[in-house]
């Protein structure tokens, strides 16, 4: 990943955020394709070409926030799914702490 200095000082970021429709693109692709791909074949699949440092940075993001997982042999697997968490909640027994 590149990094930038700001205008400010020596902070360091991410050269370039990718635009909202370029995360949804890569979202679709992995939910379509849910478990057939390792990440650089999945990169070189997308519909829509894209730099690979854009395309890690897409990737780091749905995996901090929880919607995709990668298996023991590398595949790439969407395991959002809010309209499960939702029936669990309203079970009885189940809490969010």
């Not at 992995?30 to 990440?39: A, F, L, N």
């Not at 995996?63 to 590398?74: M, N, P």
């Amino acid at each position: 990943m590149q990094l930038a200095t700001s205008a400010k000082g020596s902070s360091q970021g991410i050269l370039h955020y990718p635009q909202l429709d370029t995360v949804l693109m890569v979202e679709d692709f992995i939910r379509e394709h849910s478990g057939e791909y390792k990440k650089r074949a999945l990169w070189e699949s997308l519909p829509k070409k894209m730099m690979y440092q854009t395309y890690c940075v897409v990737f780091d993001y749905l995996a901090e926030s929880g919607k995709i997982a990668v298996d023991a042999d590398g595949k790439i697997t969407w395991i959002f799914n809010p309209e499960l968490v939702r029936k669990y909640l309203k079970k009885e027994p189940l809490f969010v702490r």
